[in-house]
């Protein structure tokens, strides 16, 4: 198992798309809390330590952008990983506040688990 039971928190406003992310880290030992908000997101980082957060770069209310920046401005170690189906359009990043990596959509199961993978140990040091 390459989970060993660490915490991700994925955030998709599309429960389907968020399901898929889920069952994909559930299957090889991750604990995986799905939260189809932004806000809801929030709440639960302020409640509890994630080992990495998956988001969904556009979304109709917190964007994983905003989520990236609360991440940063509250000084949490947290690996973020945004996903976006969009092609062109991903916004520049300061490079002080960056997502531990973007993931373009539709996405191999494998690629997914490799990112996870390389951002716990990220949290881990931190």
Same mark, same amino acid.
């Given at each position: 198992?390459?989970?060993?039971g660490?915490?991700v928190l994925v955030v998709?406003?599309?429960?389907?798309?968020? =399901?898929v !992310?889920?069952?994909v880290?559930?299957?090889?030992?991750?604990?995986?809390?799905q939260?189809?908000?932004?806000?809801?997101?929030l709440?639960?980082?302020?409640?509890?330590?994630?080992d !990495?957060?998956?988001?969904?770069?556009p979304?109709?209310s917190?964007?994983?952008m905003?989520l =990236?920046n609360?991440?940063h401005a509250?000084r949490?170690?947290?690996?973020?990983? =945004?996903?976006?189906?969009?092609?062109?359009?991903i916004?520049p990043v300061?490079?002080?506040?960056?997502?531990?990596?973007?993931?373009?959509?539709?996405?191999?199961?494998n690629?997914l688990i490799?990112? !996870?993978?390389?951002?716990?140990?990220?949290?881990a040091?931190s």
């Amino acid at each position: 198992m390459n989970g060993n039971g660490k915490r991700v928190l994925v955030v998709n406003d599309d429960a389907d798309a968020g =399901l898929v !992310v889920s069952r994909v880290l559930d299957e090889i030992g991750y604990n995986v809390l799905q939260v189809d908000d932004g806000a809801h997101a929030l709440i639960e980082l302020n409640k509890r330590r994630f080992d !990495v957060v998956i988001a969904d770069y556009p979304m109709l209310s917190i964007c994983g952008m905003e989520l =990236l920046n609360h991440i940063h401005a509250h000084r949490l170690e947290t690996p973020i990983i =945004l996903l976006s189906g969009m092609v062109t359009n991903i916004p520049p990043v300061d490079m002080r506040v960056r997502p531990f990596a973007w993931i373009r959509k539709p996405f191999e199961d494998n690629t997914l688990i490799d990112l !996870v993978s390389s951002a716990a140990p990220v949290a881990a040091r931190s």
